[in-house]
């Protein structure tokens, strides 16, 4: 079975050594193992919530694009696109807006974090507060519920934004799926052992620190970073501590077994750290060279990536077009001429062999479907306390005989022994309705 994962990358800032070891490498290893559809995409619309300067939300994309293409992302292999080309998501963002509820949005952690901060400088609650940053995890779940990911790789502080997700996805279901599920509830996948590097002074790498080893830039430039590499006054033949030393611990992050125990065996046999620095810039430059040689070229003709960003998009919207025009059927915006279409065919398809389907509702209430052959719903019965009150007034429906319809405006209801016991859908016309409810007595005689 094909599980299908989905990753969004950050377009703020440029990609440094953390960034690749901790989530780009691993990503796209995990990208190569057979069982795995991998969507990877451009999250600049996210960037926007945090970032106001077009020209640097514009070089990002085309930066971290071309640094996931150099690290070794197949696009060939994986759908790889921005999430601006894909119209669909803020249409299907919109859609799940309507569905979701304000107070799980009020407890999302990052627009906690913001009241909270406002509230602690004495300002107004949601004083800086966008609806970009107030609905992040809306967006979120379009891109996530558009492509009915499996699983989705994210940092702790994201999990509560997949379980949103979820939420979403299960209430516009309840609302929508008429005995089918649209979407697929996503599961939250936390890498214990992604790596996470120290800097130049030990503290995570990191650019809010500026602390970082550029990956991409030239070699000088990274020969320098690595010069730079805070290290104790141990001198040259003095026994270094491999286990104290964040040096050996970037060295460690990049190397074979073999050759990080040979490296380890040095630093405690005295080897120098100027000599030290040289090892790791040696082993990264013997990594990198390939990889940061591409990205420049990627980095020189943008036309180029745009083109493969497009490719990407268009492999996207294959699933996504007709996804949402299941998703706007659903929700009521059809168009007319299926609409008259599909009042016609009503009494056909309810003549075919129908079925009750029984189940338990959220609140432990008991209730039941009369479904059609093809799984449209034809009733939706009203809520019984007990399995077996449901089970009785089904079973009377099942052995046929004449039935109470009375309409209700552009749906109806299904009365028995003087007690509404059920209702039909809402139709968009009284021809629509009333072919139903004629294709609703003929399903029940009897099944």
Known sequence: ?????????????????????????????????????????????????KCDDP??????????????????????????????????????????????????????????ASVDKNVENGEDPDAGVTMGLFSY?????????????????????????????????QRFNHLFGQGKDFFALPEAVIEESVATLPGLDGRKMSKSYDNTIPLFTSAKDMKDAISRIVTDSRAPGEAKDPDNAHLFTLYQAFSTPEQCAGFREEL????????????????????????????????????DLEDILLAGAAKARKIATPFLEQLREAVGLRSFRSSVQASTEVKKKAAKSARFVSFRDEDGSFRFRLLAADGEQLLLSRSFADGKSAGAVSKQLQQGGEVDVRVEGLSFGLWLNGEQVADGPQFDSAEARDAAIEGLRVALQPL
Request: hydrophobic content about 45%; overall charge positive; proline content about 5%.
């Open 1 to 49: 079975m094909t599980t299908r994962i989905l990753t969004g990358i950050t377009t703020t800032g440029t990609p440094h050594l953390g960034n690749y070891a901790g989530a780009i490498r691993p990503a796209i290893r995990a990208s190569q193992q057979p069982g795995v559809d991998s969507f990877y995409f451009l999250a600049d619309y996210h960037a926007l919530i």
């Open 55 to 112: 020209l640097r939300i514009q070089r990002s994309r085309l930066e971290i694009a071309a640094t996931w293409l150099a690290g070794g992302l197949d696009p060939d292999k994986v759908t790889f696109y921005r999430q601006s080309d894909i119209p669909e998501i803020p249409e299907l963002t919109w859609l799940l807006t309507c569905v979701a509820a304000k107070g799980l949005l009020n407890r999302a952690h990052a627009y906690k």
């Open 268 to 303: 405690l046999q005295g080897l120098g750290w100027g000599d030290a620095k040289q090892r790791l810039f040696q082993l990264l430059d013997g990594q990198l060279a390939e990889k940061r040689e591409y990205y420049h070229q990627l980095i020189a003709r943008p036309a």
């Open 137 to 169: 995890p809306v967006l979120m779940a379009a891109d996530i519920l558009m492509f009915n990911a499996n699983k989705v790789p994210v940092g702790r502080d994201q999990i509560q934004h997949v379980e949103m997700a979820r939420d979403i996805g």
